[in-house]
């Protein structure tokens, strides 16, 4: 089982829809939690962080973290094309190391 | 521009040869980290530093692939007899504080080893 999985996608949605993504992981010592957005051929940019159960909301950005089940969700309301992109998942346990989900990519169609 | 900065930005080599890229990360930061990322995957955590000190290293890593962080600043990733396995994205990335702290990637140095 990998550490920290994602649906490889691709995802398509229209402009304007919702984009849901997921991400599980293995490690029930996790502690912190990332989403990197990554355009082809640029090195990955932080969205969203998450720490604690619920919801955490930042502009069209909604990350949701359960650690009960050990899932993590990004939500992208309002999609434009420009949001066309991988979204990596990524998962810091009791120490440093972090550990990074394949990626789902995501395509919004115009 | 996040502020970490990686040289080369790209390398092409032979097989055989060896490489070595350098990282300079956002001056403040303590903790750098090294990752491998091929095509259609996430980056692959390949080690890490607190300061000058290495303290860890993945499993996958061979014993070709060697790093260092000689002052607790810039760091080096060589690879020996290089293969043409090795060929990937290479990304280094910094952070400051605790353990919610965001990681700052550089561009990244392009490895294809011929």
């Known amino acids: 089982q990998k550490e920290v999985e994602q649906n490889s996608g691709p995802l398509s949605v229209p402009e304007g829809a919702i984009a849901s993504l997921n991400c599980t992981y293995s490690?029930?010592?996790?502690?912190?939690f990332f989403w990197y957005r990554q355009y082809s051929g640029k090195s990955p940019e932080l969205i969203m962080s998450?720490?604690?159960?619920g919801d955490k909301e930042d502009g069209r950005f909604t990350a949701q973290l359960n650690k009960a089940s050990q899932y993590v969700s990004l939500l992208i309301r309002d999609s434009q094309p420009s949001d066309s992109a991988t979204y990596l998942c990524?998962?810091?346990?009791?120490?440093?190391?972090?550990?990074f989900g394949a990626g789902t990519r995501l395509f919004v169609k115009a | 521009d996040t502020g970490v900065s990686q040289d080369p930005r790209h390398k092409i080599t032979k097989r055989g040869q060896n490489v070595t890229f350098r990282c300079d990360p956002i001056?403040?930061?303590?903790?750098l980290y090294w990752y491998r990322q091929t095509l259609g995957q996430g980056p692959e955590f390949l080690t890490y530093?607190?300061?000058?000190?290495?303290?860890?290293k993945s499993r996958l890593l061979s014993d070709r692939f060697s790093a260092e962080r000689p002052k607790g600043s810039f760091s080096t990733l060589e690879i020996q007899r290089t293969e043409q396995g090795d060929s990937a994205m290479y990304l280094c990335?910094?952070?400051?504080?605790?353990?919610?702290?965001?990681?700052?990637f550089g561009p990244g140095t392009r490895l294809l080893v011929l």
């Open positions: 990524a998962v810091r346990g009791g120490g440093f190391k972090t550990i």
């Open positions: 490690d029930r010592g996790s502690q912190s």
């Open positions: 998450i720490y604690s159960n």
């Open positions: 001056s403040e930061h303590n903790r």
């Open positions: 530093f607190q300061n000058e000190a290495q303290l860890e």
């Open positions: 990335a910094s952070l400051e504080g605790g353990r919610a702290a965001t990681q700052y």
